[in-house]
């Protein structure tokens, strides 16, 4: 099976401080995606990519960039993290971009 | 208003009995659907997935689609304590980005031993 692979599983950052979630894929897949997760809203799409050195916004971009150096590997990047951006974000990698994803364990983010 | 809408929010169901689990899209374009179930503390899985009309069984998991309603189904034959999980429906458009999906808000599911 697919095997996605997050760091750090859970962070505790200051408002205004820097933020770098990694996400790691052995599954050879093109396509991969940020995605978060509250209550209420199951998972939105923050920024996806579907080929190394690119990256694509998704649905709700705004306060987050994203790195994607090589196939296997796709960094979310909060340069000012706010209250706001506590969450549980998960990283998914897809084989196509139509095909079924396969989602990473999540990391559990919480601003102060 | 969410374009992809799960009921019941949560449901509880006895060992051994059947789950129902719906999902209704407000956007025409969504035509291909995935079930995705989260057990706590871990990240989404794909169950199945479903693109035409009709019924698609998969072990003690049935799914059933309407393009016309736009509505999904999935039923869990025979649960398990093992299925108490939130459960997410998927959409995806026939056109545009091609991998985009669009998750709704989830049913929690409750296996009573």
């Known amino acids: 099976e697919a095997a996605v692979t997050q760091s750090p599983r859970s962070k505790v950052a200051v408002t205004g401080g820097k933020v770098t979630l990694s996400c790691h894929q052995t599954n050879n897949h093109d396509y991969m995606y940020w995605y978060r997760q509250d209550t209420g809203h199951g998972l939105r799409l923050i920024h996806y990519?579907?080929?190394?050195?690119?990256?694509e916004k998704g649905d709700i971009p705004d306060g987050y960039k994203a790195s994607r150096p090589s196939q296997e590997n796709f960094s979310l990047i909060l340069e000012l993290a706010s209250l706001s951006q506590t969450a549980v974000y998960f990283c998914?990698?897809?084989?196509?971009?139509?095909?079924?994803?396969?989602f990473g364990p999540g990391t559990r983010l919480l601003v102060l | 208003q969410q374009k992809v809408q799960q009921s019941p929010e949560s449901l509880s169901v006895p060992e051994g009995g059947m789950a129902s689990l719906n999902c209704t899209s407000s956007?025409?374009?969504?035509?291909y659907f995935w079930w995705y179930r989260q057990h706590s503390g871990e990240g989404p899985k794909a169950l199945m997935s479903i693109f035409s009309d009709g019924d698609k069984k998969e072990g003690r998991f049935t799914a059933h689609l309407n393009k016309a309603s736009l509505h999904v189904s999935l039923h869990i034959r025979d649960s398990q304590p093992s299925d108490s999980a939130l459960y997410f429906c998927a959409a995806r458009a026939q056109t545009g980005f091609a991998s985009a999906l669009t998750f709704g808000s989830g049913t929690k599911v409750i296996v009573l031993p």
């Open positions: 998914a990698s897809s084989d196509r971009g139509r095909d079924t994803q396969y």
């Open positions: 990519s579907y080929v190394a050195d690119s990256t």
């Open positions: 956007d025409r374009n969504f035509q």
